[in-house]
């Protein structure tokens, strides 16, 4: 508020939360979210980029105000910054290529998965390998951002990664990667919240209300088809329970 600039830590290599467009200008859902934020605050918007690794300690370390980019609230997170209810909801996809021959998640446990480095599809398929698919043959490949693992998919690297299911209508739109397929749901319910330093209670109770007021107001659903296409608006509620 004294500032008159709101530093949103933003992931600018994950389509179509963060880009950089055409001009090389910070784009996407997150990046409109951050826009809306700041305008409700009376306050100028700035997009920091900060890589999946990086997002918590971005914020713990003051670099950034506030982190919009798709983070899952857990409770060990909890212990560090303090989490909104969620603003996204990623509902998680198998993707592999037309010729791997994988058709819903259990066939997974002889693959060579991939994922983003300190995401939770990372830590599910960890989970995963440490329960026995390691022993099936499975092995996992981490990558710095989502740009990387689907190259390596694309590469034949890995046969398979996790991603959600608007990520995966707006690649299927962009034409650029005509081999993938969706091979069924996985067992991820990937909600993305907004986070923000752990001892300060009234920018999280302020933030909590702009969530709340960017879903009755519509706001939320325009944004979402704006970037994900016109599929059903994922719900920001576990089993009719809301945060």
Request: proline residues 7%.
């Amino acid at each position: 508020m004294q500032s008159k600039k709101l530093r949103c830590g933003i992931m600018l290599d994950s389509p179509p939360a963060g880009f950089r467009d055409q001009n090389n200008e910070p784009d996407g859902y997150d990046v409109t979210y951050c826009k809306d934020m700041a305008k409700a605050l009376g306050a100028e918007p700035v997009i920091v980029e900060t890589p999946s690794p990086d997002r918590i300690p971005a914020l713990v370390s003051n670099r950034i105000d506030v982190l919009i980019a798709s983070t899952t609230p857990t409770p060990a997170r909890a212990l560090t910054v303090a989490f909104t209810q969620p603003y996204t909801n990623n509902i998680m996809t198998v993707v592999t290529r037309k010729d791997t021959g994988i058709n819903q998640y259990s066939d997974l446990k002889s693959k060579k998965l991939g994922g983003v480095v300190g995401t939770t599809p990372e830590q599910l398929f960890k989970e995963e390998l440490a329960k026995g698919w390691q022993g099936s043959g499975a092995t996992y490949t981490g990558y710095a951002s989502d740009a990387e693992s689907y190259l390596a998919l694309q590469q034949g690297k890995i046969d398979a990664i996790l991603i959600d299911v608007g990520v995966f209508h707006a690649l299927s739109q962009s034409g650029q990667f005509p081999e993938f397929v969706k091979a069924g749901a996985a067992p991820l319910a990937d909600f993305g919240a907004i986070a923000v330093h752990r001892d300060d209670q009234q920018f999280l109770n302020w933030a909590r209300l702009f969530v709340f007021q960017q879903e009755v107001s519509g706001r939320r659903a325009e944004v979402y088809t704006k970037y994900y296409g016109d599929g059903p608006l994922p719900p920001l509620t576990a089993n009719g329970v809301n945060f």
